[in-house]
């Protein structure tokens, strides 16, 4: 699922650098563009939405509490357990949104950061030190990031755009697929996003993963959508513009409400 690389080399000294990819644009196009996600027409056709799917679960697959995953966690430990810096960047949005933002969302962020401590002790910093059902994450893997073949016959999907790959939860990259620009409607037609991960979970086994049960990968989407639902506010503290971070974030709020992830700290 990855595009076949020619040459690449960076030069330390003056910070230059090329790649040399093989060219596929005559046989492969992205399922949707991030224009379209961001206008809420970020619903592929369904093979290619599948081809994607398979894609995902494959790469996952591959990495799964594999030996050469990074051992050097720290980053994602921060990531996931800073809950100062995240209460910063609340502070930062609220203070330049907080006019006009809608008092039912300011109490679910509040509520949610409150919960995200519990959050990582009891779901996540225990499988840190042995990787356990952890793999190799994409890190943004919007469904703009993908080419997939004009045909079958043409060659695989690819996944593309590796700016940021890390040791992390599989589940990461899903939430950015199915909830970060995606509607409630969308989610729901046809009962898209649940078939969506079972086909997801069926290819991490049919490829070799066990010890992952159904209700453990549902768990993760759960959690990490709660963490992701700070993405829009970090977007935004970052210079974005509204017109990208505010259909993020309606889109993640929705999700984490259809999940019910709040009753996460309950469970």
């Known amino acids: 699922m990855i595009i076949h690389c020619y040459a690449a080399e960076y030069d330390e000294t003056d910070g230059t650098s090329y790649i040399l990819l093989q060219d596929v644009s005559e046989t492969h196009t992205p399922p949707v563009t991030r224009a379209q996600l961001i206008a809420y027409e970020g619903v592929p056709e369904q093979g290619q939405l599948a081809q994607v799917v398979d894609t995902v679960a494959l790469f996952h697959a591959f990495w799964w509490q594999h030996p050469l995953l990074n051992k050097d966690i720290t980053g ?9 810096q995240t209460q910063t960047f609340w502070d930062s949005f609220i203070t330049s949104e907080g006019a006009w933002f809608p008092t039912d969302l300011r109490t679910l962020y509040e509520e949610a950061l409150a919960n995200l401590p ?3 002790e009891r779901y996540l910093a225990h499988r840190v030190p042995t990787f356990t059902n952890m793999t190799r994450s994409h890190g943004d893997c919007y469904l703009s990031q993908f080419l997939c073949p004009n045909s079958p016959a043409l060659g695989p999907t690819y996944l593309i755009d590796f700016q940021g790959p890390d040791t992390d939860f599989g589940a990461f990259d899903l939430v950015h697929l199915f909830a970060t620009f995606w509607t409630h409607e969308q989610r729901k037609e046809n009962n898209r996003e649940v078939q969506m991960l079972r086909r997801y979970h069926e290819g991490l086994q049919s490829h070799g993963v066990t010890g992952y049960a159904w209700d453990d990968l549902l768990t993760d989407y759960k959690v990490l959508l709660t963490y992701m639902l700070f993405y829009p506010v970090w977007d935004q503290t970052n210079g974005s513009t509204k017109d990208y971070w505010w259909p993020e974030m309606q889109c993640l709020i929705c999700a984490y409400r259809d999940w019910e992830c709040a009753a996460l700290v309950r469970a």
């Open 76 to 84: 994602m430990v921060e990531y996931y357990s800073d809950f100062p």
């Open 118 to 120: 519990q959050l990582w």
